[in-house]
């Protein structure tokens, strides 16, 4: 509903069939509020309609989860700093956010690894796995 009252349109795509993960939903759900909440922040007033794209896929022993948005991106040399405390790629910010950061510590807690990149529409991708239950 709050996606839908910022005119933002979200599509979800599932591709795990019997794939059992073991999660805290507590942390996840604050892992995917972090990233939505900065996909919101960053996407630009224009005439382009605003997407975000929530994919599952099966990748090897895990789970590969991939939330993308089609708002401006980050320059590719900060792609690997976003995840730092404190840092931001806006420098217009008096203050530096932790969102990130913390995705990346909940991620790493659940034996996984988290990344971005931008994508083919402009945006950014954030990815992460989270390892299939044995």
């Given amino acids: 509903d709050e996606l839908s009252q910022l005119n933002i349109k979200l599509y979800t795509e599932c591709n795990c069939n019997d794939v059992l993960v073991d999660l805290d939903i507590s942390k ?27 994919s599952f896929e099966e990748a090897n022993k895990d789970v590969l989860i991939c939330i993308s948005d089609n708002g401006h991106g980050v320059d ?35 034996n996984g690894s988290i990344w971005a990149e931008n994508n083919d529409v402009g945006g950014l991708s954030i990815k992460f796995v989270i390892p299939i239950k044995k």
């Fill in 76 to 110: 590719e040399k900060y792609l690997e700093k976003i995840f730092e405390a404190l840092y931001t790629s806006d420098k217009g910010r008096k203050v530096a956010g932790l969102g990130l950061s913390i995705c990346k510590r909940i991620v790493e807690g659940h």
């Fill in 28 to 54: 996840i759900r604050r892992v995917f509020g972090n990233i939505i909440g900065n996909s919101i922040k960053h996407m630009e007033d224009n005439d382009k309609e605003k997407e975000i794209k929530i």
